[in-house]
């Protein structure tokens, strides 16, 4: 690894114990985030079955009393003392009508009144909250919007977090079941009509746990690999419309130094990896990656849960020298091409960040080899590289990623 130095050799500490107990006990959870359409006052009948408008005493008001309809021009009735200005049948499509004909066409009504109030046939198409509570209930969640008899204790909730309308919490996963309970959350969505996609401002937030807090100074490494690598990262886990789920402000930020950190272990959440705690602790007991895409494509959701677990287990290694310290030069570099993908989607050093995923990949290459095949992993970044490239038309075809 070039382009960096160590700082705070003072504050080096060996941990191999909790390395050991990391790969062997950690969990991840992951936010399956997506958009449902929501769709209200829709009605089943056309506009020649329904009779709602057929006495109606504004639109008999239109012909007898030449009160001005609006259907010319608004499509809506205007008051009493506006008189129509068509005098003659020529020159009004509506004027000799018993039924004002933009009435009862398009669903168009009048705004003085509500004729299909109470109709059985009209409805909201979508009611969110009664679909998170159809999608918790199929998932068997532990908590949310009702309790829940049966509890396979894979998902805890369905909700809508603000950002998406759809957001499925799974509980603290065993890697060797991550593929299958995701895909399975993913399904669920999608079965509700639901889009999961960056253009809809969807984000998978994966957070890590083993059953004891992170010491302070892997954690800070922690951050200071994603600063590092985040180009390359983004590489990996990103896909087209990325951009999109800054709208206007970035919540996948780059973290500020761990170098800068003092005993304040915890940092700001709305940053590629935020660091988080559990009730009192002095340490974080929780590490969440903020920045991968929301994606079908469950290969590439787990290369990226691998990529982050090797930069944890890769952490507690490199506390044993101090804090990593980044060259400017490197950083500064970062930083370009990190705005470009975040304001555009476009790779501004394309070439470089193909050969920073690859240095990545060598880097954590014996993290890597205890969580799953590196020969998959390899494929899947050159398929990966080339999508980015241009060379593939998609995601789909990124090969499988297997997990141990």
Known sequence: M????YRYKEEARKHPFLKAAFLKNFRVGI??????????????????ECGACDNCYVCERCEDNEVYCNNCRNYQHDSEEDRCTHREEDFCNF????ICGMCQTEEVRCSGCDPCDGCEDRHTDTNIDSVHEDIANHLKCTSGHCEYKENNGNF?????????????????????????????GINALLDEGGEISPYQKAGFHQTFSFGHTFPDIVCKNVIQLIRFYLPALLCVSCIDGTYQRNNGSNFRAIPESGLKMGEEIYNEKYTAVHTKKIGNLSSPSLLEFRYPDATENINQTALTMLFNTAIIAKAFDESEKGIIEISQRHFNRVKEDVGSIYSTGDYYHYEWVKLLVFEMFAYLKPELSKITDIENVYHALIDITNHHAGHMENNEDIKEVKIK
Do not use: M
């Not at 070039?2 to 130095?5: C, H, L």
């Not at 909700?159 to 991550?178: C, R």
């Open 2 to 5: 070039y382009n960096i130095d």
């Open 156 to 184: 805890q909730c369905v909700y809508n977090d603000g950002s998406v309308n759809t957001e499925i919490v799974t509980s603290a996963l065993k890697p060797k079941d991550f593929k299958t309970v995701v895909c399975e």
């Open 31 to 48: 936010e399956i985030e997506g958009n449902i359409e929501e769709e209200e006052n829709i009605c089943e009948l056309s506009p020649s």
């Open 95 to 98: 004027y000799t009508q018993d």
